[in-house]
């Protein structure tokens, strides 16, 4: 691999992760948006990505080991998480809980989880951080054993 696709990967690692923790922050500020303009309780997001690489064949890989082919992280989507259900909250006093039964339908966003993804988007974007620097420190090496 080449330094600068390994630059490229590691950079396109370090865009996800902060696409990722965007999209964490979005959900904590949300989490107690209980009206949205689609109608409805806030949606938690959620990110998808791909490798850079497409489903590729075994000679396809190989290629990709021996120096060709793209690398690196793809973002797909920010979905919407519909399957999670939102929690239900008995509070007749809210503006949006239904006037028969005074339950109210909170947002499907659960803090817990929303700091664990944050954690590992910080942990994976810190690693990026330190292969970029390696990296950095090779090429400063080389270009010092070249001008001797």
């Given amino acids: 691999m080449s330094l ?22 979005n959900n904590v500020a949300n989490i107690d948006t209980t009206a949205t303009p689609e109608g409805g309780p806030y949606q938690r997001r959620v990110v998808r990505f791909a490798s850079g690489d497409p489903a590729l064949p075994f000679s396809g890989v190989i290629r990709k080991f021996l120096g060709g082919g793209s690398t690196g992280v793809v973002l797909t989507q920010v979905a919407v998480d519909a399957e999670t259900p939102g929690r239900t909250v008995y509070d007749p006093s809210h503006p949006d809980a239904d006037p028969e039964t005074g339950y109210l339908q909170m947002p499907n966003v659960d803090l817990v989880q929303e700091m664990t993804d944050l954690t590992s988007a910080n942990r994976s974007y810190q690693a990026n951080v330190t292969v970029l620097n390696a990296m950095k420190q090779m090429a400063l090496r080389a270009l010092d054993i070249t001008s001797r």
């Fill in 4 to 25: 600068i696709r390994a630059i490229a990967s590691t950079a396109s690692g370090l865009a996800a992760q902060r696409v990722r923790m965007d999209v964490v922050a």
